[in-house]
């Protein structure tokens, strides 16, 4: 007797705000909410090394330190419509054959209204933000191959780059973008909501959104946050004081509930069909 062959499911697709990742990049801290040494020009490339809380090695290799604002969320604008816009074969103009490699173009128009970066202010700020992600690459070593069907670890490489296609009238200009294939939407990638994201104005707020994307709450102490999220302050009750508490505010706001327990906070996101899920 022969077994009905299973049915294939359907890879994922984003509705323009679901930015579709992969475990490893999500479960890293990328993005820094101190801005010291901001900028980095004359700087080819740097490398920044980190651990995450399952004790896993992060090299992350940019031009420049990446920021909670605005490269976070350009980063996730920028994959969720990628994603929704889908992607075709990028063909050598020469041999007319498939190059190996993939493009997919957004209207520069969607990645404004996603970022919400105003588009005589930001547009500077925007373009050197997309520079920046594409000069990126991160390796993630495992502290625990079991975790990872004996894998050693990923490397996520360049994630892209981009060329700007001017055009006037309804549709106005657009961007090709050629990214790295880890951007392309598996069934068992997570997925975070660049919308919201977008809509958090404070660093700190936007770290605990991130830190919370691989888990459905965290308890811990000042200190024990601080050091999750990557907080750059010295003094940690200075740092709850003028960034962890009204960061809170901001995310009792998009739904995340929070509880103090005798100096032990705990933080959980809005439920996965909210937020961001498998």
Known sequence: MSRRPKKKEPMPVSDGRKAILPHPLLQSVIFSVARRGYGGEGLASMIIERRNAWGDSISISSPRPLLAR???????????????????????????????????????????????????????????????????????????????????????SSFWDFKLIPRRGRGGSVINFFPADFLIPRKYYLWADAGICNSLRQDTARAIFWALLCREHFAGTIAEWQQLVGGGDSNPWRWRDKRFLPALEELATKGYKIQDKDGIYVISRPKKEALGGS
């Not at 604008?77 to 054959?97: D, I, W, Y």
């Not at 070593?141 to 050693?152: L, Q």
């Open 70 to 156: 605005p490269d976070m969320g350009v980063f996730l604008a920028v994959t969720a419509l990628v994603q929704k816009n889908g992607f075709e074969p990028l063909v050598g103009q020469e041999s007319e054959k498939y190059s190996g490699k993939i493009w997919s173009r957004i209207p520069l128009s969607e990645l404004y209204d996603l970022t919400g970066m105003r588009r005589s202010r930001s547009r500077e700020a925007l373009f050197e933000s997309l520079e920046a992600l594409g000069g990126t690459s991160i390796v993630v070593r495992y502290a625990d191959r079991k975790r990872h069907g004996g894998a050693a670890g990923v490397a996520l």
